[in-house]
């Protein structure tokens, strides 16, 4: 059993390009719809995105949409939160691999961190 995390540094998750995710409408409100159409800025990235840092600029405010928990994830997604790690975890590195690659550094340090969660 693995457990998710984040990789420090990533953001994959905050490129936001609405041509990549044409399921939003099944998982989000109309207004936050309206409202995470309104946060997709250049190339597809967050306008909230610290691209030098890579951190959310907004993390304590953030939407109930990138909150990466249990709670959250059961509500949208209707997952259960004993399928949470695991789908989260895939989330994560669907996410990563588009934005930076399967072979990617950050995929890579992403798979090392989720295994030393390992029992
Ligand atoms: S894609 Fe996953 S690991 Fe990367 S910033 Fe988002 S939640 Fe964290
Ligand atoms: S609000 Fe923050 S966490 Fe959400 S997509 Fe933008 S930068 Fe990422």
Request: proline letters at 7%; a negative charge; charged letters at 20%.
């Amino acid at each position: 059993m693995q457990t998710w995390q984040c990789l420090p540094n990533c953001g994959a998750c905050c490129h936001l390009d609405p041509r990549d995710r044409p399921d939003l409408e099944m998982y989000l409100s109309p207004a936050e719809l309206q409202q995470y159409l309104s946060m997709v800025g250049e190339a597809g990235w967050c306008i909230h995105f610290d691209h030098t840092q890579r951190q959310c600029q907004i993390y304590d405010t953030r939407p109930r949409f990138c909150r990466v928990t249990p709670d959250t994830f059961e509500q949208m997604y209707a997952v259960s939160p004993a399928d949470f790690d695991k789908f989260a975890i895939n989330c994560c590195c669907e996410q990563i691999s588009g934005v930076y690659g399967q072979q990617s550094e950050e995929m890579q340090r992403y798979t090392a961190g989720v295994q030393e969660e390992m029992p």
